[in-house]
Structure formats: C-alpha cells, structure tokens
C-alpha cells in the first residue's frame, strides 16, 4: 500500500490515464513514466505485467500494480542519499516492494542459482544500456551495508523504536524517571568504551564495562544490584535497536551482572516508636509542611510516597460519610493496574489532608526529591528506629499492623494496591467496611 500522501496523489493521478495492452496474449500496464521519477527511473515508458490474459482481471489488479511500482520509485527516491541509515532502510524497502526479502551481498551469493539469477535480472532489466541501476542493485544484490550505527545513536534509536505506547500514561516526571537511568547506563558504557558503532560491541568491551563496574562497587560501597540495572537497561536497548531496525548482529550482551546479595528487607516502623518518637510534640516541626502531611497521611493508609504526592483535590474526598482518597491514573502512570483503589482516612492521616484538601503542590510535578528530604530529615534528627529504617517503613507497618489484627487478605490487598493471586469474585469490601478495618490498627 502506498506509505504517504504523495504516493496517493500520484497513484490517483496516473491511473486515469493508464492503458492497458495484450503482450503475447497477456494484459500489461503501458504508462509513461512520471516527472518525478524520472531521476531514479531510466525508461521513458514502463509495460508492468499483470500475469493475466482475463481483461476483468487485469482491471481489477492494474491499481494495486500501479501503486506497488509507485512505492518502489519512491523508495528509490529515499534511496538517492548520503544517510546511511536512510539509504540502508531504503534499500530494504526497494527490494519488498519488488519482491525481494533485502539481504547481505554474502547472502544473495548464497542463494539458489535460479533466485539469484531472477534478482540479476530484475537489475539489468532496470539499467539503461551498459549502466546500471544502482539503487536498485543496491536493493536487491545486498550491496547496501548497515550502517555504523554507535552507542549514542543507539540510544536515540531506541526511543523512537520504543513509541507513543510505551510512554501514554506517563507523567513528564514518570518520563524523565524512565529515561534517566537509561541515559545513565549509556554513558557510562561511552565512558568505558568510547562511543564506538554497536557492531563493534564484543567480549572485551563488556568484560571492560564489568571490570570498571567491580571497581566502582567496591570503592563507592555499591550493591551489586546498582551495576546490574546497568546491564539491563544497555542490553534491552540494544536488542530492541537490533531487532527492529533488522541490523542482523548477535552481541554477546548476557552473562555479566553481578551476583546480588541477599536482599535487604525494608523494616516498619514499630507502632511504639511511632506513637513516641514520629508523633511526638514538635519531632516534626523542622520538616517542610507537605512533606510532613504526605508522611502523616502514609501512616494509615500505606500507599506510596508517590501515591501520596500525585493526589489532587478531586481525589481528597473529605466532606462526604466517609473521607478516603482515590488513587488514580490522572495525569500519571500508576506502578500497576490494581495500584487503582480506594482508601478510607482515620487518625493523623485524616488531620494531615483536612490540612492539605487540595493535595502538595511541590510534589506533585516531581516525588523523586520527597523521599529523599523525608529520610535525610529522619536521619539527622535521629527519628530511624535503625539505620536501616526508611520512609518507606510507615507502608510496611500498616500491612503488620492489618496482618496482627487477623484482617482478610482481600482486604489488606486491595488496600495496598496487590495483585490477589487469584480471579476476584464481586466487589469486595465496600468503603464503610474499609473505615472500621483501618479503624482497627489507626494511630
């Protein structure tokens, strides 16, 4: 099918006014070539077969011919240039739209002796006496290579190969947290290595890329798991570059993450330690005021810092029997499709919105930074129950909290936003159920 407006008009265009001719009894499109592609097409005049001697027949595929020719001379036209990448992807569009599947020169000379001849043909057939189609050689003998794409250029690369898809949903700060470690393990990898063309990537690049990550861990106090995120993001950039972009290169891009150690369990925060030390007169009173509330508001809700950060006024709901707050896909991505859900407020949570009904304004574009303000506050005011206590406690102790009064695991699920493990049957709990539930475990 023709790939743009152009390729429309001109098919509309010239189809009017083609004639079609029996040739040894089989019916041909006879049509002078058009202006345009007169630069890429050396015949004044085109005869196109149409393999059939029924005259209903050939009327019925004389457009769809046509327009495939249409196609193959615009790829050709995309073709006439010094971008490599553009004329490697024209190459490989010339050829589909003349049958051929593109492949190497090493493996056109590879092929069958009656393919190959067929492709050769197609060639001479195409050139003007003794000169030769180039493009379309190019195309259909493999004489187009691919091009030298580096680790840089891969990368942008692979946010166009990627698509609207893949980020539909996401925030501007959602973005920018998906891109950025990303970013990051690229130029590290350019660090190492330089920013050679991909196909160059081999063991020894990795190992290097490996040996300087062992260094960093073990001068910077790393985890293992800080070098592996490196890995990931590089090699599933590149595959997904590779394949879509049909560059027919094996890199050796698994087998070098480090063995992670046994993973550290976040601890919650004891229900004793909050009453006496987060809660108590003035611990608080140095941390800034929305950064204080999203904290207060987790202490019996146990949604996520981000959750926290990213509510509007339309999901404080606070004058109605019973105040909760939505969490919704507005305006942000949510970390899974049950994260969706709804939260009764009691206690200090409940005190902490009536304070903000309109949500935290400086979180709410960016929560990276809460986290960070919230512990470093904690730490230095000596409010961790240990050192490796963090905000992220509070969502941990109100699950404790829930498991220790014995309530369902629907409930506690669907609370905390968890996949159940299981097909869910009805609605579950309604909202007025939920309050007395948290009513059972609020601080």
């Known amino acids: 099918m023709p790939r743009d407006l152009l390729q429309i008009k001109a098919i509309a265009a010239h189809i009017r006014h083609m004639t079609m001719q029996k040739r040894s009894n089989i019916y041909q499109i006879r049509k002078r070539v058009p202006k345009r592609y007169v630069s890429v097409e050396p015949r004044d005049v085109v005869w196109i077969s149409l393999h059939t001697d029924s005259e209903v027949i050939a009327k019925i595929k004389a457009p769809k011919v046509w327009a495939g020719m249409i196609e193959a001379w615009e790829a050709r036209l995309a073709g006439d240039t010094t971008d490599a990448e553009a004329q490697y ?7 589909a739209a003349r049958g051929y599947r593109f492949l190497s020169a090493e493996r056109v000379s590879r092929l069958p002796k009656t393919e190959f001849a067929a492709r050769v043909d197609e060639v001479m057939a195409a050139s003007k006496g003794d000169k030769p189609d180039m493009v379309l050689a190019r195309a259909v003998l493999g004489g187009t290579s691919a091009p030298p794409i580096t680790v840089s250029r891969a990368l942008e690369l692979y946010w166009e190969v990627k698509g609207k898809a893949d980020i539909t949903g996401k925030s501007p700060d959602q973005l920018r947290r998906w891109k950025n470690p990303r970013i990051k393990a690229f130029s590290n990898f350019i660090a190492v290595n330089g920013n050679i063309p991909i196909s160059e990537i081999g063991a020894d690049e990795m190992l290097a890329f490996r040996d300087w990550w062992e260094a960093k861990i073990e001068a910077e106090g790393l985890s293992a798991n800080s070098a592996n995120k490196d890995f990931v993001n590089l090699s599933s950039a590149l595959r997904l570059v590779i394949m879509r972009k049909r560059l027919n290169l094996d890199l050796p891009l698994s087998g070098y993450s480090f063995r992670e150690g046994e993973a550290k369990v976040r601890p919650p925060f004891s229900v004793g330690w909050i009453k006496d030390k987060l809660l108590a007169p003035g611990a608080l009173n140095g941390l800034n005021p929305e950064a204080r509330a999203i904290m207060l508001g987790m202490v019996n809700t146990g949604y996520r810092p981000s959750e926290g950060a990213g509510l509007t006024r339309d999901q404080i709901r606070l004058d109605v029997n019973v105040p909760h707050i939505s969490i919704e896909a507005l305006g942000r991505e949510l970390k899974s499709r049950n994260a969706k859900r709804i939260i009764p407020l009691v206690g200090v949570s409940l005190e902490a919105f009536r304070a903000y009904p309109d949500g935290f304004p400086r979180y709410r574009a960016g929560s990276a930074t809460l986290s960070a303000t919230v512990n470093k506050y904690l730490r230095e005011n000596k409010l961790l129950e240990t050192p ?14 829930l ?5 369902d695991e629907r409930i506690r699920r669907d609370l905390f ?21 948290v009513e059972l475990v609020a601080i």
């Open 89 to 95: 992807a024209a190459a490989r569009d010339l050829a």
């Open 388 to 401: 490796d206590h963090s905000l992220y406690g509070l969502r941990h102790s109100f699950e404790d909290r």
């Open 403 to 407: 498991l220790s009064a014995e309530v």
């Open 417 to 437: 936003g968890h996949a159940l493990g299981r097909e869910k049957y009805g609605k579950g709990a309604d909202l007025d159920h939920l309050r007395r539930v």
